[in-house]
């Protein structure tokens, strides 16, 4: 059995970053991806029901959350959080970054536990050799890592478990045996991105433009391959949110 998904419409990125498909509009079958996601694994991660039924199978517990930090994840995913408490929950990362001020809340600076976990970068090294990860990666002077811990005890709540990370961890998650969904949050262009990274007002010049680079490296991974199930573009927030709502609501 075959699900259909379908690319995101076309964007107003620069030809170099803009997604395309070899498939046009037309849907576009991702047969091999959801093989992998019908390994066994889990139960948890593969049946929201307990019941191995042919529908649900399709739909796995595990969520990845993608796209250029600044697109607007987290005002997103906070607003599926208040709306559905009981059903996502999201993972919880490790970070070895120091916290910073929360995007439109002016003096209130991230909590640990909360936000991240804010670990000391000899603390992260030993849990990496330890193997205590199921992906981390650099992301300009820090590292971050989503633990098999955090991932453990949002299955033992018998919730959804969303992951929001970047490309490398993407990466590391479509080259394991979970079987995960993934949607990618793209801006409506480079331009626009930059304007709500200054806008937000949390980082200096240096990481502003750190992070335009990796956006664009985010941009043409996204748009190298079918890699993600779908894309959704933050242009209007109320549309933006209401695809991700939707997508992260089908088969529950
Ligand atoms: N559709 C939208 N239109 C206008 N502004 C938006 C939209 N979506 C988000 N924003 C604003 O863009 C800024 C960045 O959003 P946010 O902090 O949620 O991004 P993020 O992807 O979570 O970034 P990071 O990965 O760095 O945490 C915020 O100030 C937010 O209010």
Redesign the pocket.
């Known amino acids: 059995m075959q699900r259909q998904i379908f690319l995101a419409r076309s964007l107003r990125f620069p030809s170099s970053l803009r997604f395309s498909s070899p498939f046009g509009g037309l849907p576009l079958h991702r047969s091999a991806h959801l093989e992998r996601s019908l390994s066994p694994f889990h139960p948890w991660l593969a049946s929201p029901s307990g019941k191995m039924s042919a529908d649900t199978r399709m739909i796995s517990r595990l969520i990845v959350l993608s ?12 607003r599926l959080m208040s709306e559905y408490p009981d059903k996502f929950e999201f993972s919880v990362s490790h970070t070895t970054r120091a916290p910073r001020r929360k ?2 809340v002016s003096d209130a600076l991230e909590q640990d536990g909360e936000d991240y976990w804010f670990v000391p970068m000899e603390r992260f090294d030993a849990m990496v050799a330890n193997d205590e990860f199921v992906e981390h990666a650099v992301f300009g002077r820090n590292k971050y890592g989503t633990s098999k811990a955090a991932i453990e005890k949002i299955a033992d709540a018998g919730r959804v478990c969303l992951l ?1 990370i ?1 490309m490398e961890g993407v990466k590391q998650i479509r080259n394991s045996t979970l079987p995960a969904r993934f949607l990618f ?1 793209a801006p409506p262009s480079v331009e ?1 991105l930059e304007g ?2 200054r ?2 007002a ?1 980082d200096d010049e240096d990481s502003i433009q750190r ?1 335009l680079d990796q956006a664009k490296r985010e941009i043409e991974y996204a748009n190298s391959d079918a890699v993600h199930d779908k894309i959704v573009v ?4 109320e549309t ?1 949110y209401r695809e991700v709502r939707d997508f992260c609501l089908q088969g529950f």
């Open positions: 796209g250029p930090s600044g697109v607007g994840k987290s005002t997103i995913k906070d995007a439109n929001d970047e949050v626009v709500r990274l806008g937000r949390t992070r933050n242009d209007d927030l933006a």
